[in-house]
């Protein structure tokens, strides 16, 4: 080194760097980064900002953030939400349980679990200590349904999120175990969260290819606070990413419930794929798509009797995102439908389809006659009737829906 001209470039390495190999490889891809075309940058791509100029300009953490943002969960929800904020000057800390994982994630800049191909930007870091929740001035909500429990009654978060009066938006999906079944209920009704700070952000998306940087969007509705809702559309979009408000802006139940209900139709139609596909062969796009309708219309008749308002469904929580869930190619439930009809699936699999199906009857009756779908698919998972029976009745019953 000491040989070489003052003019030639020095990586210093921080004396904090354990994995001193690996750094000099993110710095020598970070320098040839800076003259790839956006959409080249691989396993960096989401360490630039995505803004509308010609040239790559990486994340810093900012000197004064705009938002000090605290998200609670570990989902894909949370670090693909986590990633879109980390466009604009915030600081993130994302909330988790393991320590010993908050402390790899750190130090090699990734979430190892769900998203171990892409690099997290600087300004993201995770954390396990409830106390930094007193200096956000947002909250993201992203644990999972069936995580509720651990993270806000166990952990006692809620008394860390009621010292705080940030805004809090719901970015997961799916519904809960209690009677009125949605996230957000529980926390107002369980956990004595002040109803007024709530906001639900949904639409039709995966969040691997959030992370891939694909183009997206999403809605927000508010409990009361509708006159933010601009504001966070602004704040979440970039150049791949397009928010804006809910057909109804205060209908944050039926963004929830549109979100919940999808994937019970995407195992149905898994189900309905794979029986066909089994005993028939060949494509099946003229059933599917055909009900598709007919499965369209008996989510809203049920999102509707549950509290959500009709137009709602016809947004990008509704409509869209049962479209995403039904013949997207990386829709996981509907391929567990298709794979128990060979007897492939994973029958101790935890999922929103599979969790919302189980709680659905304590939500609301199941009839055949009223709700033919979602009544033959519990039938035929939690009930063990054989699909050849439930095929039969719905050839009928659909005739008239």
Same mark, same amino acid.
Request: include cysteine; proline fraction near 4%.
């Given at each position: 080194?000491?040989e070489?001209?003052?003019?030639?470039d020095?990586?210093?390495i921080?004396?904090?760097?354990?994995?001193?190999?690996q750094?000099?490889?993110?710095?020598?891809?970070?320098?040839?980064?800076?003259? !790839?075309?956006?959409h080249?940058?691989?396993?960096y791509?989401?360490?630039?900002?995505?803004?509308?100029?010609?040239?790559?300009?990486?994340?810093?953490?900012?000197?004064?953030?705009i938002?000090?943002?605290?998200?609670?969960?570990?989902?894909?929800?949370?670090?693909?939400?986590?990633?879109?904020?980390?466009?604009?000057? %915030?600081?993130?800390?994302?909330?988790?349980?393991?320590?010993?994982?908050?402390?790899?994630?750190?130090?090699?800049?990734?979430d190892?679990?769900?998203?171990?191909?892409?690099?997290?930007?600087?300004?993201?870091?995770?954390t396990?200590?409830?106390?930094e929740?007193?200096?956000?001035?947002?909250?993201?909500?992203a644990?999972?349904?069936?995580?509720?429990?651990?993270?806000?009654?166990?952990?006692?978060?809620?008394?860390?999120?009621?010292?705080?009066n940030?805004?809090?938006?719901?970015?997961?999906?799916?519904? %809960?175990?209690?009677?009125?079944? !949605?996230?957000?209920?529980? !926390?107002?009704?369980q956990?004595?969260?002040?109803?007024?700070?709530?906001?639900?952000?949904?639409?039709?998306?995966?969040p691997?290819q959030?992370?891939?940087?694909?183009?997206?969007?999403?809605?927000?509705?508010?409990y009361s606070?509708?006159?933010?809702?601009?504001y966070y559309?602004?704040?979440?979009?970039?150049?791949?990413?397009?928010?804006?408000?809910?057909?109804?802006?205060?209908?944050?139940?039926?963004?929830?419930?549109?979100?919940a209900?999808?994937?019970i139709?995407?195992?149905?139609?898994?189900l309905?794929?794979?029986?066909?596909s089994?005993?028939?062969?060949?494509?099946?796009?003229?059933?599917?798509?055909? !009900?598709?309708?007919?499965f369209?219309?008996?989510?809203?008749?049920?999102?509707?009797?549950?509290?959500?308002k009709?137009?709602?469904?016809?947004?990008?929580?509704?409509?869209?995102?049962?479209?995403?869930?039904?013949?997207?190619?990386?829709?996981?439930?509907?391929?567990?439908?298709?794979?128990?009809?060979?007897?492939?699936?994973?029958?101790?699999?935890?999922s929103?389809?599979?969790?919302?199906?189980?709680?659905l009857?304590?939500?609301?009756?199941?009839?055949?006659?009223k709700?033919p779908?979602? %009544?033959?698919?519990y039938?035929?998972?939690?009930?063990?009737?054989?699909?050849?029976?439930?095929i039969?009745i719905l050839?009928?019953?659909?005739?008239?829906?």
């Amino acid at each position: 080194m000491k040989e070489l001209p003052d003019y030639v470039d020095r990586l210093e390495i921080p004396e904090h760097v354990k994995d001193k190999k690996q750094y000099v490889i993110d710095s020598l891809a970070l320098l040839v980064g800076r003259n !790839l075309h956006k959409h080249r940058h691989g396993f960096y791509r989401n360490l630039y900002k995505s803004i509308d100029e010609k040239e790559n300009v990486l994340i810093q953490i900012p000197a004064k953030p705009i938002e000090r943002v605290f998200i609670i969960g570990h989902s894909p929800y949370a670090t693909s939400i986590a990633c879109i904020l980390a466009n604009k000057d %915030t600081i993130i800390k994302n909330f988790i349980l393991d320590e010993n994982k908050a402390k790899s994630f750190n130090i090699h800049q990734l979430d190892q679990d769900h998203f171990p191909f892409f690099k997290l930007p600087p300004n993201i870091e995770f954390t396990t200590n409830p106390e930094e929740i007193k200096n956000a001035t947002l909250i993201i909500q992203a644990v999972r349904p069936w995580e509720l429990e651990k993270y806000y009654n166990i952990l006692k978060i809620k008394n860390y999120i009621n010292s705080n009066n940030a805004p809090i938006i719901n970015v997961a999906k799916g519904f %809960t175990s209690s009677k009125s079944g !949605l996230i957000i209920d529980d !926390l107002i009704h369980q956990y004595d969260i002040n109803p007024e700070r709530f906001f639900v952000m949904a639409g039709a998306n995966y969040p691997q290819q959030v992370m891939e940087r694909k183009i997206t969007g999403y809605e927000i509705a508010a409990y009361s606070q509708i006159d933010k809702i601009d504001y966070y559309t602004q704040l979440f979009s970039n150049m791949y990413i397009h928010v804006r408000p809910a057909i109804i802006k205060d209908d944050i139940r039926g963004v929830q419930l549109g979100g919940a209900l999808k994937n019970i139709y995407a195992i149905a139609t898994g189900l309905i794929d794979g029986y066909f596909s089994k005993y028939y062969g060949g494509n099946n796009d003229n059933t599917l798509f055909h !009900l598709a309708n007919r499965f369209f219309r008996e989510m809203v008749a049920i999102g509707t009797e549950l509290g959500g308002k009709q137009e709602t469904f016809q947004g990008l929580s509704g409509l869209n995102d049962l479209m995403l869930a039904c013949f997207g190619k990386d829709s996981r439930d509907r391929q567990w439908g298709y794979d128990f009809v060979f007897q492939k699936a994973d029958l101790n699999r935890i999922s929103s389809g599979l969790v919302g199906l189980k709680i659905l009857p304590k939500l609301i009756p199941l009839d055949i006659d009223k709700f033919p779908v979602a %009544t033959a698919v519990y039938k035929v998972i939690y009930d063990s009737v054989p699909i050849e029976e439930i095929i039969d009745i719905l050839s009928i019953k659909l005739k008239k829906f």
